[in-house]
């Protein structure tokens, strides 16, 4: 089973380092490069999922290796490559234009919404 997905986003200002408190920078925040991958990834896989589940993100290793600028078109790409039980594994990657900016991997676990949630009353 391998499902992919690619997703395109536009740089805004509220996603700079400088607006993140990231870095000094008006350029992508990786937080913020980070955010739009795991939504890739979360809606790569929702055909997947039953009524009352949900993913969560449990681990993100990732190398930015090139800034971009407010306003720049960021294509991002995940790509389920495991899954062991309730675990997904995925491939990211994020390009602008033909230059890739940042690659990794990324882990999200399928839960049942209303059990995780109850975990937090306790």
Do not use: Y
């Not at 536009?10 to 992508?28: F, P």
């Not at 991958?37 to 979360?42: H, P, Q």
């Not at 594994?89 to 234009?97: D, E, H, N, Q, V």
């Amino acid at each position: 089973m391998i499902t992919k997905l690619s997703k395109t986003f536009i740089v805004k200002e509220k996603q700079t380092a400088i607006e993140m408190k990231s870095g000094d920078l008006a350029v992508l925040a990786t937080p913020a490069l980070v955010a739009m991958l795991e939504e890739t990834a979360k809606d790569s896989i929702l055909e997947l999922l039953t009524e009352g589940e949900t993913t969560v993100g449990i681990e993100v290793n990732l190398k930015h290796v090139r800034p971009s600028r407010i306003s720049e078109e960021i294509q991002c790409e995940a790509e389920l490559i495991e899954q062991t039980k309730n675990i997904l594994r995925f491939t990211l990657k994020a390009f602008a234009g033909e230059s890739i900016i940042a690659e990794g991997t990324h882990q999200r676990a399928i839960v049942n919404s209303e059990k995780f949630m109850a975990k937090l009353a306790k």
